[in-house]
């Protein structure tokens, strides 16, 4: 159903490789889909696949395409768990909020839609809140977003809705740093939280062994409620 393209980088910024799945007819919605620390990689196509066969056209962006083009990885496999981390030392988030704005203006301009989503996990997610304080995405859903803690003083600038996944036993992101994005969101009238009990980083992940089938239906659901609210 997609296919491996590039779109215009920000500002002129070289070529971000993308894969794109687009539905069957004319959509007038789109939902930029990012990937966690393993690249475009088989599950994060199929989320793409999933969204194209709901009427949207899906766009996953290749994060870390100025240093490692092209990269797959999968977290069941502890070397390329590794490798992994390895690259989300070097990546710089505010290049990914300046791939999000690029994939968002080629939506808009090259695929002629009216309204842009995202839905981003585990660094994704945190991409997700980044593009809910610095873009004009129309809506965006972020599933275990990590680091969101430390970039709660720019809550005050979501000014189109926002929903956060957030599993319980996160190991990468503690109760504290749960309790602090509780504390700043909460009350916010663009922002939905909702949480996981018991649940883990990964837990919707479209393949492997992080998976739990339960909560990724659950959060799936609302998700796909979410956003079928807020494009229309």
């Known amino acids: 159903m997609g296919e491996k393209t590039t779109i215009p980088g920000f500002q002129g910024e ?7 799945a687009r539905p069957e007819g004319q ?14 990689n088989e599950g994060i196509r199929q989320k793409c696949d999933n969204w194209a ?9 290749d994060i870390f395409w100025r240093f490692a083009p092209g990269v797959e990885l999968s977290p069941d496999v ?18 990914g909020v300046k791939d999000i704005e690029a994939a968002i203006r080629w939506l808009r301009h ?13 660094l994704g997610g945190r991409l997700a809140y980044m593009a809910a304080t610095r873009t004009d995405i129309d809506a965006s859903v972020g599933y275990y977003g ?10 005050h600038a979501i000014a189109n809705p926002l929903m ?24 916010h009238p663009k922002v939905t939280l ?17 998976r739990d089938e339960a909560g990724a239906a659950l959060a799936d659901g609302r998700t796909l409620e979410f956003l079928a609210q807020h494009l229309k």
């Open 194 to 210: 909702h949480d996981y009990a018991g649940l883990d980083h990964g837990f919707a992940a479209e393949l492997g062994n992080r």
């Open 14 to 20: 070289g070529a971000i490789p993308v894969y794109v």
């Open 53 to 61: 066969k709901l009427g949207y056209v899906a766009l996953a962006p």
């Open 110 to 122: 090259e695929q002629a839609v009216d309204k842009v989503g995202l839905v981003g996990f585990c």
């Open 146 to 155: 990590v680091m969101i803690d430390q970039m709660l003083d720019e809550s």
């Open 164 to 187: 956060l996944h957030i599993p319980t036993a996160d190991h990468f992101v503690g109760p504290e740093a749960q309790k602090a994005i509780h504390d700043a969101l909460d009350a």
């Open 78 to 95: 502890p070397e390329q768990m590794q490798e992994a981390f390895g690259y989300f030392q070097q990546y710089d988030a505010n290049d």
């Open 27 to 40: 959509s007038e919605a789109a939902v930029i889909v990012v990937p966690e620390i393993f690249g475009v």
